[in-house]
């Protein structure tokens, strides 16, 4: 899929944009800054979905509420990252999960109501086959 984005002209990646700011922003406010109709623009996002360039529609919530951590992860050598990262993705509490290079092979963004909710979340990763180590980093503010 990373191929795709060459295919996207300048409007498409302004919706994107607009998205990625306000996911509940209307149809009707979107076409009015790029210049499109409301029916132009559902076109557009509906597509932009089947090809799986917006992966999901989701709610942000304000990170007052709650703890939230980075929890950075090495996996065994002889394990499938495809596979393990899938697992990690399922536990309940992971907002998003990454393939790096480096010293890490995979973080995971973890939010909880605690930190004893986010301590069994951390747990649940760490018992997952093939997870070698991990090492996490609670947020204790978010600048932007």
Same mark, same amino acid.
């Given at each position: 899929?990373?191929?795709?984005?060459?295919? /996207?002209?300048?409007?498409?990646?302004?919706?994107?944009?607009?998205?990625?700011?306000?996911?509940?922003?209307?149809?009707?406010?979107?076409?009015?800054?790029?210049?499109?109709?409301? #029916?132009?623009?559902?076109?557009?996002?509906? /597509?932009?979905?089947?090809?799986?360039?917006?992966?999901?529609?989701?709610?942000?919530?304000?990170?007052?509420?709650?703890?939230?951590?980075?929890?950075?992860?090495?996996?065994?050598?002889?394990?499938?990252?495809?596979?393990?990262?899938?697992?990690?993705?399922?536990?309940?509490?992971?907002?998003?999960?990454?393939?790096?290079? #480096?010293?890490?092979?995979?973080?995971?963004?973890?939010?909880?109501?605690?930190?004893?909710?986010?301590?069994?979340?951390?747990?649940?990763?760490?018992?997952?086959?093939?997870?070698?180590?991990?090492?996490?980093?609670?947020? /204790?503010?978010?600048?932007?």
């Amino acid at each position: 899929m990373a191929g795709e984005w060459r295919l /996207l002209d300048d409007i498409d990646l302004k919706i994107i944009e607009l998205l990625r700011k306000d996911g509940r922003m209307s149809f009707i406010e979107i076409g009015k800054k790029v210049g499109l109709s409301e #029916g132009a623009v559902r076109r557009r996002v509906k /597509l932009l979905h089947e090809r799986g360039i917006i992966k999901r529609f989701t709610v942000e919530i304000d990170r007052g509420y709650g703890v939230s951590a980075i929890t950075f992860i090495q996996l065994e050598y002889s394990s499938s990252a495809k596979e393990v990262v899938g697992k990690v993705a399922k536990v309940p509490g992971v907002e998003a999960v990454y393939e790096l290079t #480096g010293r890490f092979d995979a973080i995971a963004i973890i939010s909880a109501p605690s930190i004893s909710e986010l301590n069994e979340r951390i747990d649940s990763i760490r018992n997952i086959e093939g997870v070698k180590n991990t090492e996490t980093a609670v947020i /204790l503010r978010i600048i932007s």
